[in-house]
């Protein structure tokens, strides 16, 4: 067993070097979460498998309903890697969009097996049907021993409330939400998501040969709002550049796990001329990045480098490492330091965003002005905007 003193030797390194790099990022698309060796489900999960034994093998081959019904029987299970008797267990509800939503959850996971990997953490995870489950699984997360329990996005906002009342001894995390009064029990991560899509908006005015770009948000919310508007506001900045007048259009589909619905705006904004797409919107993006596909227009990705999913049309990707955060506060409690009660927020000075290094289809004149646009924006000398108030004011300067 190891005591504070060990874990707070071993966290002192990792929260050093979680600070300085990158972690690997969302995975491959149609794989299990990266290295996610060593996985076993909980008691329940061997239970609910057992009781769908019958459907998973004879009837699923002949059935799409029976093996939904058979998917649908193992969702809310607890998914472990580690060690029960791990000194650190960490634990986190994915929003609906599940553990490979080549996105924000994914890449959550990513920071949990990271702590797995350098701390011995034992690190977990709960897939969810709906909104209406993230108390009952968050829940599930405190019952299982877990220090830290995390909901991953603003919509667990309610939920974390609840459960955090419920379980006072129980430390809770959200990512994307901050409470006007933060309960002392939990604590909230943030990022400055209108950082990198300046940058990327930035990049998108450059490359753009028809003078039309797009945006396409999973839900018409402010945490969106902050990509939408940065990414105008950078786009705004290449034009004062190169004298351009470039429209951007915008829409939102009202959420985050409707590729198909992605797809069919993604490709209505390519015939009417956009050559460049970003989405902010979780699993709807696949979608996005899918029409990009198809039709050989670009498209940005966003939350963790999504170039793996379309070399040949993902331009760039707005970084929000997810992972960084989950691995630092989670870290950082582990440590026995205060966290509750915050709200933290995670921008370009903390190295949590920023646009990927690699960029095979970015020339390197303009990629080389978007990073020394990063530089004024870290050290105060561009602010970006993250509402429409503060656009308007951005784009009468």
């Known amino acids: 067993m190891r005591t504070k003193s060990h874990v707070r030797a071993l966290a002192l390194g990792l929260a050093t070097s979680i600070g300085i790099c990158v972690l690997a990022g969302c995975g491959q698309k149609g794989d299990a979460p990266a290295d996610a060796s060593g996985v ?130 129980k430390h809770f995390a959200i990512v994307d939400y901050a409470y006007d009064r933060v309960p002392d029990n939990v604590t909230c991560a ?90 902010a919107a979780g699993g709807t993006g696949v979608g996005v990045i899918e029409a990009a596909g198809e039709t050989g227009k670009y498209v940005i990705g966003v939350d963790c480098d999504q170039s793996y999913l379309a070399p040949d049309v993902v331009l760039t990707s707005a970084v929000k490492k997810v992972d960084v955060i989950v691995s630092n506060i989670s870290v950082q409690y582990g440590m026995g330091d205060n966290v509750g009660g915050k709200m933290i927020e995670y921008g370009l000075k903390e190295h949590a965003v920023g646009i990927p290094d690699e960029h095979p289809l970015i020339p390197d004149e303009i990629y080389d002005a978007a990073k020394q646009m990063e530089q004024e924006i870290m050290y105060g000398g561009l602010e970006v905007p993250s509402n429409e108030t503060e656009y308007a004011a951005f784009t009468s300067k």
């Open 40 to 169: 076993s489900e909980s008691v329940e999960a061997d239970a609910a498998a057992e009781s769908s034994s019958e459907v998973t093998t004879e009837t699923a081959e002949s059935s799409p309903t029976a093996k939904e019904a058979a998917a649908e029987a193992l969702k809310h299970e607890i998914v472990r890697v580690g060690d029960d008797g791990a000194s650190v267990k960490v634990g986190m509800v994915c929003d609906v969009g599940g553990i490979n939503d080549h996105s924000f959850n994914q890449s959550a996971w990513d920071g949990m097996l990271f702590l797995n990997s350098n701390l011995n953490a034992r690190v977990s995870y709960v897939e969810t049907t709906s909104t209406e489950e993230f108390v009952t699984d968050l829940s599930r997360l405190a019952e299982d021993g877990n220090d830290v329990c995390w909901g991953i996005g603003y919509q667990f906002s309610d939920a974390i409330l609840e459960a955090a009342g419920n379980y006072p001894d």
């Open 190 to 279: 943030v990022f400055s998501a209108e950082e990198p899509s300046f940058i990327v908006g930035y990049v998108a005015g450059r490359m753009t040969e028809s003078g039309k770009v797009g945006f396409i948000g999973g839900m018409d919310v402010n945490a969106i709002h902050a990509f939408q508007y940065g990414y105008m506001a950078g786009v705004d900045r290449a034009d004062s550049e190169t004298g351009g007048s470039t429209e951007v259009m915008c829409e939102f589909i009202g959420s985050f796990d409707d590729a198909e619905g992605g797809k069919a705006a993604a490709l209505d904004m390519y015939d009417q001329g956009c050559d460049v797409i970003f989405h």
